[in-house]
């Protein structure tokens, strides 16, 4: 993303607040939880985004992003892909449209000011059978978990002691011990039943 422009859009868009087809799910003073899903053949609203977002893709992802003053650009990415966008520095005012897939993401937004991030360099990174680290930014650490319940062998739960707030998101459809916000301390996630033979998690730490 280029630096954000002084000029004044020339076009009529929302806050993502009130983008349709973006849902907040939940929100707490520090990360709010937000479901985009788009049907297929479908475009959203123009809409900025002011947040530092970590996005989680819930499903295939094969859609076409037109920034505002950029030409459309393809935006693909397999299920299970993580990335982060810092909006508090680009300001982004956007739209996608769908192809024949519809679209599927959940971003975590962080409410915190960059002033009231907390420094994380020395807080101690998760590590274990089934763990994975996908992003470790100032703001913000993901993580994959990958839970198997079919044999004596499998991982079928992960235990950590979390230093901050995170949240938890299942990539398949799945029973667990367990809650998709997350506080500070001991933290478990056990699989209790799952269609998948390796049922992936995602969790976000927010600092």
């Known amino acids: 993303m280029g630096p954000k422009s002084e000029t004044k859009p020339d076009v009529d868009y ?9 849902k907040q799910r939940w929100r707490t003073d520090n990360a709010r939880l937000v479901c985009a899903e788009f049907p297929p053949f479908t475009t959203c609203l123009w809409h900025q985004h002011l947040k530092y977002g970590i996005y989680v893709v819930m499903a295939l992802l094969d859609v076409v992003e037109q920034p505002y003053g950029e030409e459309p650009r393809p935006l693909v990415q397999k299920k299970g892909a993580v990335f982060c966008r810092d909006h508090t520095k680009d300001e982004l005012i956007h739209l996608a449209t769908t192809k024949e897939l519809p679209a599927f993401l959940i971003e975590v937004e962080i409410l915190k000011e960059k002033v009231d991030v907390v420094p994380n360099k020395n807080m101690p990174l998760h590590e274990g059978k089934g763990i994975e680290l996908l992003k470790n930014e100032p703001e913000c650490r993901v993580y994959r978990f990958s839970l198997q319940g079919n044999d004596d062998q499998a991982t079928a739960e992960i235990v950590v002691n979390l230093s901050t707030e995170a949240v938890l998101l299942a990539l398949e459809d799945c029973e667990v011990g367990g809650d998709v916000h997350l506080k500070a301390g001991n933290f478990g996630v056990k699989l209790l039943s799952s269609g998948a033979r390796t049922t992936s998690f ?5 600092f």
């Open 14 to 22: 929302v806050l993502v607040d009130f983008e349709p087809l973006h």
């Open 202 to 206: 995602i969790l976000a730490e927010v």
